[in-house]
T-cell receptor
């Protein structure tokens, strides 16, 4: 069985500040890890994914995440927040098909002027 | 290339009724997964269909059932609706070379179901 824990249900940053959203996973086998973003009244959009290979993964909109097996973490970062980044972010894990995902409870990112 | 489309976008039903939600896969995709997202929660996996066969099910009761058609579109049916079934229902499609082979899932906008 696998699970995901997202630390912090709400994160607020100033525009231009570093964004750090935390995700820790539990899996008995090597995981595939994902970050999705959800804007109000929308579906989920894939930001980035880790399957195998390079542990630093770059995604869309300037986001990146680093897979750290020793810490069972996959934190999402962006060097400089933009107002348009305000949304709900979900970390997800799977150990099999990428379309059978186990999601965390989400982190709402607020960006202030 | 069309994306994943779901219908209807919003729906209000009475407790005890039955509902059918529909999903059109992204062009060329053969796998459809359904998720339930309650307010303030992450999506929960309901089940998946690969080439018209169920390929895995989450922790949902049998009154949640599904179907995938030869064109790979899909339906989610929920019988005997309960108040707790109120949620956003998300459909995701992917192109899998074999069941469980894994590939990126593309999500639709969801159907917001309210049970009163």
């Amino acid at each position: 069985a696998q699970s995901v824990t997202q630390l912090g249900s709400h994160v607020s940053v100033s525009e231009g500040a570093l964004v750090l959203l935390r995700c820790n996973y539990s899996s008995s086998v090597p995981p595939y890890l994902f970050w999705y973003v959800q804007y109000p009244n929308q579906g989920l959009q894939l930001l980035l994914k880790y399957t195998t290979g390079a542990t630093l993964v770059k995604g869309i909109n300037g986001f990146e995440a680093e897979f750290k097996k020793s810490e069972t973490s996959f934190h999402l970062t962006k060097p400089s927040a933009h107002m348009s980044d305000a949304a709900e972010y979900f970390c997800a894990v799977t150990t099999g098909t990428a379309s059978k995902l186990t999601f965390g409870t989400g982190t709402r990112l607020q960006v202030t002027l | 290339e069309t994306g994943v489309t779901q219908s209807p976008t919003h729906l209000i039903k009475t407790r005890g009724q039955q509902v059918t939600l529909r999903c059109s896969s992204q062009s060329g995709h053969n796998t459809v997964s359904w998720y339930q997202q309650a307010l303030g929660q992450g999506p929960q996996f309901i089940f998946q269909y690969y080439r018209e066969e169920e390929n895995g099910r989450g922790n949902f009761p049998p009154r949640f059932s599904g179907l995938q058609f030869p064109n790979y579109s899909s339906e989610l049916n929920v019988n005997a609706l309960e108040l707790d079934d109120s949620a956003l229902y998300l459909c995701a499609s992917s192109l899998d070379v074999s069941p469980g082979s894994g590939s990126e899932a593309f999500f639709g906008q969801g159907t917001r179901l309210t049970v009163v």
